[in-house]
């Protein structure tokens, strides 16, 4: 059973920074393409940014180019970069891994903007 894990969540102001980590528990994480979503309160789940196991990445259009994706093979990590956060940004961010017909998430980590 693949698990993931997310840590970096937190209270930022608006403006600020943060950067989340998905560890994945397989060495065959380099096979699996990997996805962060955010559910805000009382919203659907929703496709932040993806990254296959090529390294091509994808975007949501409302965090072009504040959010970068990436990924460390070696320590069979994700990671998403979010910079200049909005209050909209708030809500809880998951990752998940998408190996074949398996679909594999995380717990979750919070992250809050707000002043």
């Known amino acids: 059973q693949v698990q993931l894990v997310e840590s970096g969540g937190g209270l930022v102001q608006p403006g600020g920074s943060l950067r989340l980590s998905c560890a994945c528990s397989t060495s065959n994480f380099r096979f699996i393409n990997m996805n962060w979503y955010r559910r805000a309160p009382g919203n659907q789940r929703y496709l932040v940014a993806q990254i296959t196991t090529e390294g091509n990445t994808n975007y949501a259009d409302s965090v072009k180019g504040r959010f970068t994706i990436s990924r460390d093979n070696a320590k069979n990590s994700v990671y998403l970069q979010m910079n200049l956060l909005k209050s909209e940004d708030t809500a809880v961010y998951s990752c998940?891994?998408?190996?074949?017909?398996?679909?594999?998430w995380g717990q979750g980590t919070q992250v809050t903007v707000s002043s």
């Open positions: 998940n891994g998408q190996w074949g017909s398996m679909d594999y």
